[in-house]
C-alpha cells in the first residue's frame, strides 16, 4: 500500500489550484491509498475533450509499462458499476496495450463540475490538446457549467481574448475545422480564415491553403483583397432584389462557393458558379447530381 502525503482535495472551483494534481509525480494525503483497479472496471472520463491519442506514444508507454509497471497512479472517481477516470487515460490506455489486468489508482470524491474542469486542466497543462478541441472543451466548461468567458478564463488561467479566440474556431464550417482536427490548418490560418466576409468561400479557401502551402502571411493578403472585392460586390448587389439576394446566398452556401445570379428587364438571366480548381468543380457537379464518369 503506498503513501504519500501533503495533497489538499479540491472544494468548490478548481482553477489553477490543481497543479498538483498533474505533476510527474501527484502528491496525496495520508488518508488515500494508492490500490490496484480491474482494468475492466474502469471507463473513461465523460467530458475528455481529447478525441485522438497518439498510437505511436501509447506504444512506447505501453512498452515502458511491460517492462517496469505504472509509476504514476491514475486517479478516479467512484461511479455505478464502477470507476470514471479523472486524471491518467494515456496510463489506462497503454496498461490495456501492455496486456494489464490491472492500475494502481487513486480514488476521490469529484462532482460533475470538477471532472470536467480536471479533464480540460490535465489536457491543457501537457498541450495534448488541438486547437478545436481546446475550444470545444471552453465551449462544454461554458455550456454546462453555466460560465460567462470572463469566468472561464479566471477558471483556466487564460485572457478573455485567448478564450474568445479559441471560441471563434466553433463558427468555421465543418469541412476547415476537420482540416484544423488533422493538423492540416493551423490556429494562425484558422483565426485569418474567420477574417473572410464571404464566409461561403472558407471552405474553398482552407483548401487551397492546404494545398498551395499559403503561410498566414501570404493567407492575410489574400484575404484582405478577397474583401474588398466582395465590398464590391456587396455594392453591386445592393441593386439587385431580395428574392435574387437571398437566392445567391442560399445557393453559395449549398455549394461552398460565391454565386452570382444576373436578371435583365425581360425576366432572363445568368447563373454562375464559381469554382477554383477541377477537383472543386467536380465537387459541385457532385452536389448537382451529375456524374461525368456514366455519360
Known amino acids: 500500500m503506498a503513501k504519500r502525503s501533503n495533497d489538499k482535495r479540491p ?3 478548481l482553477g489553477r489550484g490543481l497543479e498538483a494534481l498533474f505533476e510527474d509525480e501527484p502528491q496525496i494525503d495520508e488518508t488515500e491509498e494508492v490500490k490496484d483497479i ?3 472496471e474502469i471507463r473513461p472520463n465523460p467530458y475528455q475533450p481529447r478525441k485522438a491519442f497518439d498510437e505511436s506514444s501509447l506504444s512506447e508507454l505501453a512498452n515502458s509499462i511491460k517492462e517496469n509497471g505504472v509509476f504514476q497512479p491514475i486517479i ?3 461511479s455505478v458499476g464502477g470507476y470514471e477516470i479523472i486524471a491518467g487515460e494515456r496510463r489506462f490506455r497503454a496498461s490495456k496495450l501492455a496486456g494489464k ?3 494502481p489508482a487513486i480514488i476521490r470524491q469529484f462532482d460533475e463540475a470538477q471532472m470536467m474542469e480536471v479533464a480540460v486542466l490535465e489536457n491543457l497543462q501537457r498541450e495534448d490538446l488541438t486547437p478545436l478541441e481546446e475550444a470545444q472543451a471552453y465551449d462544454m466548461l461554458q455550456k454546462n457549467l453555466g460560465l460567462t468567458q470572463a469566468e472561464v478564463s479566471k477558471r483556466m488561467g487564460k485572457s478573455r481574448p485567448y478564450i474568445a479566440n479559441y471560441l471563434r474556431l466553433l463558427t468555421l464550417p465543418t469541412r476547415t475545422k476537420n482540416l484544423l482536427q488533422h493538423g492540416k490548418l493551423s490556429m494562425g490560418q484558422a483565426r485569418t480564415l474567420l477574417a473572410l466576409k464571404d464566409k461561403s468561400r472558407i471552405n474553398e479557401l482552407a483548401w487551397r491553403v492546404v494545398k498551395e502551402g499559403i503561410t498566414v502571411r501570404q493567407l492575410e493578403s489574400l484575404v484582405s483583397k478577397m474583401n474588398q472585392r466582395s465590398e464590391r460586390k456587396e455594392k453591386k448587389r445592393s441593386h439587385k432584389s431580395i428574392f ?3 437566392s445567391e446566398r442560399q445557393l453559395a452556401d449549398r455549394f461552398g462557393t460565391s454565386v ?5 428587364q425581360n425576366g432572363k438571366g445568368r447563373l454562375a458558379i464559381n469554382f477554383d480548381s477541377t477537383d472543386d468543380l467536380n465537387r459541385i457537379l457532385s452536389l448537382l447530381g451529375v456524374d461525368l464518369d456514366n455519360e
Do not use: F, H
Open 11 to 13: 472544494k468548490g472551483g
Open 38 to 40: 480491474a482494468l475492466a
Open 76 to 78: 478516479v472517481r467512484k
Open 101 to 103: 489486468t490491472t492500475v
Open 244 to 246: 435574387i439576394q437571398t
Open 260 to 264: 452570382n445570379i444576373s436578371e435583365n
